[in-house]
Structure formats: C-alpha cells, structure tokens
T-cell receptor, first 114, second 112 residues
Framework: DGGITQSPKYLFRKEGQNVTLSCEQN?????MYWYRQDPGQGLRLIYY???????QKGDIAEGYSVSREKKESFPLTVTSAQKNPTAFYLC?????????????FGNGTRLTVT | KQEVTQIPAALSVPEGENLVLNCSFT??????LQWFRQDPGKGLTSLLL?????REQTSGRLNASLDKSSGRSTLYIAASQPGDSATYLC???????????FGAGTRLFVKA
C-alpha cells in the first residue's frame, strides 16, 4: 500500500538537544510538506519542498531545518533554537503541488521537550 | 493574508441527524479547498477536494460546497453515525498551490 511513514510516533528530548523527525513516502509525489499542530489550532506550515534538492520556508520556519536529497524522504530537524518545540508534527505529500491533488498525511510524530 | 475560520468549534448531535459544518476564508483567490477528517492522535485523511472552478463535490454521505465570492464552504454530512465522530478540518490552497492554510477544525461527536 502506498503511503507516508513518519517515525517515531513519540519522541522525548531534553531542552537544548537537536532532534530529527523522519518522513518517507512511496506515493511518487513530487511535493512534500511539514506542518506543526498545537492543541486547538489549525496546522501551520513549517517547510515545503516542490522537488528534490529544493525547499522553501513556510510560515513558522524559525528553529527548524530540512533536507530533500531523495524524492521519497523529507526529514525535519528541530533545533535548540526553536523556542517551543513540544507539538504534534505532521508530514504530507502531494502530486504537482496541491492544485488538483489532495494532501496525503502521515500519522504524525508527537514531540515532547522537557 | 489568508485566514480560515471554522464554526462551530465543537458539535454534538444524535445519531441519524443531518448536519452542516461551516468554513470561511478571507481571500477568494484560492486554488482549491479541501475538507479533512482527523481522528485523535492521528494524521489527516482527505475527504473532498473542490477546485476553484467547481461549486461542489460529493462522496457518499458527504457533500461539500464552495462559494468563492462569499468566501464560504460547507460540509454536509447526511444521516450521521457514531463512526463520524472526529475533528473535521477545512483548508484552502492559495495561488501557486503549495501553501495550504488550515482552519482550527470542528470537533464532532455523534451520540448513539
């Protein structure tokens, strides 16, 4: 079955440590996205990538970094510069942007930083 | 700046009732509008996508409408079931299609 795999499901880190969240897709989608979800709020876009070796900042990119070395993979690093990293992180993909292609989501990674 | 608002924030209905969820957006220059379902602790599942040139889309018991001029969309759920209990999110893709803005969602509870 095609889909998006995010790992791990739960992640715990100490304040000041960088942490990398994994996102892999086998849908052959060109575009991939990272969103952050906080309780009672909508999803907010962190970074997106339209093609391999290219990515753009979303609305809340500060304190995060990404890479897109392979079409299938779009890992997100939460750095120590992110002031409030505890959140639910969702990875998504779509074909040729989201004009006529729905976003497909993984099951998320819940990050807790103490 | 595009803003998406969903009303109500939460809704509780008895099983079998027909219901409408509302979504409004501030900028009518959209590429498409999507409705998603999210179960607790899970990712989002796409329910319906309406392209900017379309007025509505239907899938089973679900019907979504789009009125760009008024900046509104509705999701109609017919004959609700307990399995429909979830959070429903509305999202609009702006020009270029790569930035999708989400509403905060409507949490639906269908009582058996």
């Amino acid at each position: 079955d095609g889909g998006i795999t995010q790992s791990p499901k739960y992640l715990f880190r100490k304040e000041g440590q960088n942490v990398t969240l994994s996102c892999e897709q086998n849908l052959n989608h060109d575009a991939m996205y990272w969103y952050r979800q906080d309780p009672g709020q909508g999803l907010r876009l962190i970074y997106y990538s339209q093609i391999v070796n290219d990515f753009q900042k979303g609305d809340i990119a500060e304190g995060y970094s990404v890479s897109r070395e392979k079409k299938e993979s779009f890992p997100l690093t939460v750095t120590s510069a992110q002031k409030n990293p505890t959140a639910f992180y969702l990875c998504a993909s779509s074909s040729q942007g989201s004009y006529n292609s729905p976003l497909h989501f993984g099951n998320g990674t819940r990050l807790t930083v103490t | 700046k595009q803003e998406v608002t969903q009303i109500p924030a939460a809704l509780s209905v008895p099983e079998g009732e027909n219901l409408v969820l509302n979504c409004s957006f501030t900028d009518s220059a959209i590429y498409n509008l999507q409705w998603f379902r999210q179960d607790p602790g899970k990712g989002l599942t796409s329910l319906l996508l309406i392209q900017s040139s379309q007025r509505e889309q239907t899938s089973g018991r679900l019907n979504a409408s789009l009125d760009k001029s008024s900046g509104r969309s509705t999701l109609y759920i017919a004959a609700s079931q307990p399995g429909d209990s979830a959070t429903y999110l509305c999202a609009v893709a702006n020009t270029g299609g790569f930035k999708t803005i989400f509403g905060a969602g409507t949490r639906l509870f269908v009582k058996a």
